[in-house]
């Protein structure tokens, strides 16, 4: 199976030159999680064409620090290119600003949180997932760094993970298939602790900074959201 990652933001500016690009880190993450597939990135946010939906087998779409109501040119087509893909029953994963795009796309509804910045190793409880994805876990710890969320989830979408600042945390499309989450397995604690350090008093309120480096010392969860993924891709 090919993998199209579907790039939708940038590393902040500041970082670029240290980490790997968002794509990158979502194709590692399935590696590490035993993923054997090709891979083909698509960087949207730079504006390169999205593939002849007839020409894609599988859907991963990345975060970005973009918002789903942006006035980008990118948008749109993006909202319909996952319908497409959505008709067609292609896998589909989203992981933050995924998420959010896939919902709005859907049916659903997402933007600015009025709980602001969730920041830092979050906790969400797994419910409702399908047999075939079940998690040897209940809960799982991962890093988030976002101020919008799904507000309201489209008709056919299932919460299979939550929490009280993200009650649409992760959302099951039985009908697609696709899933998403709001956190992100794909970053490792260098680029989050890195990435807070940075932004601290420049994007997030310094305390809030604080606390979510401090909260990076829970252990992570992120590689048990990598196996989700590489499992639902492989039921196709």
């Given at each position: 199976m090919k993998?199209?990652?579907?790039?939708?933001?940038l590393?902040?500016e500041?970082?670029r030159?240290?980490?790997?690009?968002y794509?990158?880190?979502m194709?590692k993450?399935?590696?590490?999680?035993?993923?054997?597939?090709?891979?083909e990135?698509v960087?949207v946010?730079?504006?390169?064409?999205l593939?002849?939906?007839?020409?894609?087998e599988?859907?991963?779409?990345?975060g970005?620090?973009?918002?789903?109501y942006?006035?980008?040119?990118w948008?749109a087509?993006?909202?319909?290119?996952?319908?497409?893909a959505?008709?067609?029953?292609?896998?589909m994963?989203?992981?933050?600003?995924?998420h959010?795009?896939?919902?709005?796309?859907?049916?659903?509804h997402?933007?600015k949180?009025?709980k602001?910045w969730g920041?830092?190793?979050?906790?969400?409880?797994?419910v409702?997932?399908?047999?075939?994805?079940a998690?040897e876990?209940?809960?799982v710890?991962?890093?988030a760094?976002?101020?919008?969320?799904?507000?309201?989830a489209?008709?056919?979408?299932?919460?299979i993970?939550?929490?009280?600042?993200?009650p649409?945390?992760?959302?099951?499309?039985?009908?697609g298939p696709?899933?998403?989450?709001?956190p992100?397995?794909?970053f490792?604690?260098e680029f989050s602790?890195t990435?807070?350090?940075?932004?601290?008093?420049?994007?997030?309120?310094?305390?809030?900074?604080d606390?979510a480096?401090v909260?990076?010392q829970?252990?992570?969860?992120s590689?048990?959201?990598g196996?989700?993924?590489v499992?639902?891709?492989?039921?196709?």
């Amino acid at each position: 199976m090919k993998i199209t990652i579907l790039q939708t933001g940038l590393v902040p500016e500041p970082m670029r030159d240290d980490f790997d690009t968002y794509g990158t880190m979502m194709q590692k993450m399935l590696e590490t999680a035993g993923g054997d597939f090709d891979y083909e990135v698509v960087s949207v946010v730079e504006n390169e064409t999205l593939p002849p939906i007839d020409q894609v087998e599988a859907i991963l779409i990345t975060g970005s620090s973009h918002g789903v109501y942006d006035p980008l040119p990118w948008i749109a087509p993006l909202k319909e290119f996952i319908k497409q893909a959505y008709a067609r029953h292609l896998p589909m994963v989203g992981i933050c600003f995924g998420h959010q795009i896939m919902a709005e796309a859907l049916g659903g509804h997402a933007g600015k949180s009025e709980k602001g910045w969730g920041l830092g190793r979050h906790d969400y409880q797994l419910v409702n997932l399908p047999e075939k994805l079940a998690l040897e876990a209940s809960h799982v710890s991962v890093t988030a760094s976002h101020q919008d969320q799904v507000l309201q989830a489209p008709p056919e979408a299932q919460i299979i993970a939550k929490s009280d600042f993200t009650p649409f945390a992760g959302l099951y499309y039985p009908n697609g298939p696709a899933i998403s989450v709001q956190p992100h397995p794909e970053f490792d604690d260098e680029f989050s602790r890195t990435l807070f350090t940075k932004r601290k008093g420049v994007v997030f309120d310094p305390d809030d900074a604080d606390e979510a480096l401090v909260s990076l010392q829970k252990t992570s969860s992120s590689a048990l959201l990598g196996r989700l993924f590489v499992r639902f891709f492989q039921q196709k």
